[in-house]
């Protein structure tokens, strides 16, 4: 699997085709969630890190609250920054890798939402921004981590998808491979008919069981205070819940 696949894919324009299911209605639903479990205060301020073209960003503004969202992806962050323009909502966007994100602000609320978690390598690096989350919050504040349930994904893996997404033909190849969920996607548009290099890409991201990832966010000085499977709030069960969306307080 190509190191730095993030770099590439989420730059590119197909990403948004592909994931376009996951848009503002399925963010709002999440945001809710997270609203209604966290009753944060009217002035609270919330980091979206990670935060793509906006669609949590967008939901958590509309509901009034101050928002901060960075990305590494220069395109997503412009999609961020025009869906926000057009709302009339308030861009504090910025640029960087969550390796290397520097912040002087404390927030109410930090997110990090439709698995934007475990891409690199070494599990440090992946757990290298949850660590500073702490420091960067508020007393009681909360960090809120949406990632897949490793137990379902691994028994209801779907090895291969295909759908059509206006002149797109995706093609989705699943593969676990040294404790990660790997992912290929082919794509042809049919417009041209042509399937070249430039059309293929890479998802790669580690596999953490929920135990390890409790134990080890709560190494750095986080408390978990709720769980839930699905962005509908339902209770999360280690068979048959899709997601794995965990409430730590600080
Ligand atoms: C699966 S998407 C989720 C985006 C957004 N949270 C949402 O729900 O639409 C993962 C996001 O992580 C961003 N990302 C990937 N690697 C990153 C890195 N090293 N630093 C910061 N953001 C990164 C991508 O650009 C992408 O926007």
Redo the contacts with the bound molecule.
Sequence with gaps: MKKDW??VW?ESEYYQKV?SH?DSED?KLLCELILKTTHLQKDAKIL??????G??YINFSKAGFNVFG????KN?LFEAKANSFNKKIPQNFFC????FTCLKTRFDLITN????FG?FDEDDENFLFIEKAFNLLNENGFYVLDYFNVEYLKNNLKLISEKKVESLHIKEERFIHENRINKKIIIVDLKNNSENENMIFYESVKLYKRDELIERISKYGFKLQFEFGNYYGEKFNLKSSERLILFFKK
């Design positions: 993030f770099k989420f994931y996951r963010a979206d890190a990670a935060c793509g073209n669609r949590h960075f990305d590494l992806s997503l960087s890798d969550i390796r939402l439709f698995t934007s891409y």
